[in-house]
Antibody
């Protein structure tokens, strides 16, 4: 059974940093791309970042580019998201999800088949 | 970036009703579209991928159709468990974006 368990959320001041983790089990972690999707309170889903199975390719939404860093440790079946220079608008539940699909020479066709339960990040003074 | 527009934003319906949600892409995405269901306080759940392929374990009353720029999710006979918010997501190319969601409420 596929399981994804996020951790690391909490209350942080504007300008602060946080590191989210997502522990994966039930599938061959290194074989799949992974992603982070967030949801601000009462709002819709926003794709944040993705990483290939090897970790060699990373992708970011414009809203977080240069502030967030996605990474993975395939030896520990864990996905990470480093959040720096946090802003109030980054307040959200952050979900990790397993990506399914494939990459062509020009794009990666990824949709998300399993999701964790989410971890809440609150940016406030 | 490709923009995804869902309509309506809210839909009121009764158990047994046939309901349809529309998702439009700002440019052609072929059939690279997924649909998700989300209930309050829960993670999204994949329902449909590649516009019309039903995810394993999802009831057959969920029907996806469309290609290019216009897509629909139809629930053929609404059940009590189906009251939730539904999101479309394109995966034609990076960045992958979601629609703003359609909340299906009890009439």
């Amino acid at each position: 059974e596929v399981q994804l368990l996020e951790s690391g959320g909490g209350l942080v001041q504007p300008g602060g940093s946080l590191r989210l983790s997502c522990a994966a089990s039930g599938f061959t972690f290194s074989s799949y791309a992974m992603t982070w999707v967030r949801q601000a309170p009462g709002k819709g889903l926003e794709w944040v970042s993705a990483i290939s199975g090897s970790g060699g390719d990373t992708y970011y939404a414009d809203s977080v580019k240069g502030r967030f860093t996605i990474s993975r440790d395939n030896s520990k079946n864990t996905l990470f998201l480093q959040l720096n220079s946090l802003r109030a608008e980054d307040t959200a539940v952050y979900y990790c999800a397993k990506a399914l699909g494939y990459c062509t020479s020009t794009s990666c066709l990824w949709y998300f088949d399993y999701w964790g339960q989410g971890t809440l990040v609150t940016v406030s003074s | 970036d490709i923009q995804m527009t869902q309509s309506p934003s809210t839909l009121s319906a009764s158990v047994g009703d046939r309901v349809t949600i529309t998702c439009r892409a700002s440019q052609s995405i072929s059939s690279w579209l997924a649909w998700y269901q989300q209930k309050p306080g829960k993670a999204p759940k994949l329902l449909i991928y590649k516009a019309s392929s039903l995810e394993s374990g999802v009831p057959s009353r969920f029907i996806g159709s469309g290609s290019g720029t216009e897509f629909t999710l139809t629930i053929s006979s609404l059940q009590p468990d189906d009251f939730a918010t539904y999101y479309c997501q394109h995966y034609n190319t990076y960045p992958w974006t979601f629609g703003h969601g359609t909340k299906v409420e009890i009439k």
